[in-house]
């Protein structure tokens, strides 16, 4: 059998018959001759993004680059090939030369002020002055993003409240697109928010304290949105162990209970949505179907739903898709998504790097 492959299929967001000649790790759309046919009906779709997602993280912490490794393996084998690691004490850079794991796009470590979010997670502030300097270092770090950490429980107040003041917060921005970095951050509730929209924050994760209003300033600022799904799901389970803080129970149950009407109202908007997991914590690795489940179930549909997880965020952070040069990082299905979700949990082929994975 030649090395070069063919794929012919289809293309479910324009229905338009695909031809993909994978040469190495790259895709080749003009015909190559001494390729070999490999698969001949279906459809193609870009390898799935999660766009929040940590390897370097799990439950007890001390994550291993063996184990984050195994995490990254889950994942590309449920279609994500792409991934956007939001914060993790570990460097995961080595995974790079890896052709079996997916494509990184890494924001660092968190940045958080000390007992204002989980111990060990990232880099701690005495000085929430600060910032701005600590953003340009998780810059140069990173992949072309930031992580702060919006909003956490103060434990002298009860429940969740901003780490930040605006000013700071239009220091560290200014730091990470100074260094060509796009700049995101953790949020719960609403406190935070106000002051992080309005200081042109590239994303919001989370964002169950979304109003109205600020959702028009993120269309206005073109800021995106990572609603997390599945881990939202885990808000009440969080409430029940925190027990000493009885406003702060009540505030999470709050933001699980009005989460689908605040993120159906942000879809509403035109907020840009994109698909994340948080793998990595509360969440186990491999579930970006899931998270693509409820986003069709929030009122995308199918179709936009699996948009929101493969060409929109590949398109979003500057990562290829299926054209001619691009990675060859792609999944061939037998029957239609935009008909099946599930179509996607048996995956014909998935492409990794020119691989098969699957």
Known sequence: M?????????????????????????????????ASTVIDGGWIIPGLVDAHNHVGIAPGLGVTIDRARDYAKADARAGTLLIREVGSPLDTHPLDDDPSCPRFIRSGKHIARPKRYLR????????????????TRQARAGDGWVKIVGDWIDREVGDLAPLWTRTQLDAAVAAAHAEGARITAHVFGYDALPDLIAAGVDCIEHGTGLTTDLMDQMVERSIALVPTLIQVENFPGIADGADRFPTYQANMRKLHQNAGAVFAAAREAGVPIFAGTDAGGFVEHGRIVDEIDALADLGLGARDALFAASAAPRAWLGAGGLDDGDPADFIVLDDDPRQDLSSLRRPREIVCSGLTVS
């Open 120 to 135: 060990d997670y990232g880099v701690d502030l005495d000085n929430p002055d600060d910032l701005a300097a600590e953003v």
């Open 2 to 34: 030649s090395d070069v492959r063919h794929y012919r299929g289809r293309d479910p967001f324009t229905d338009e018959q695909l031809d993909l000649w994978v040469v190495g790790d790259t895709i080749r759309r003009e015909p190559v001759a001494s």
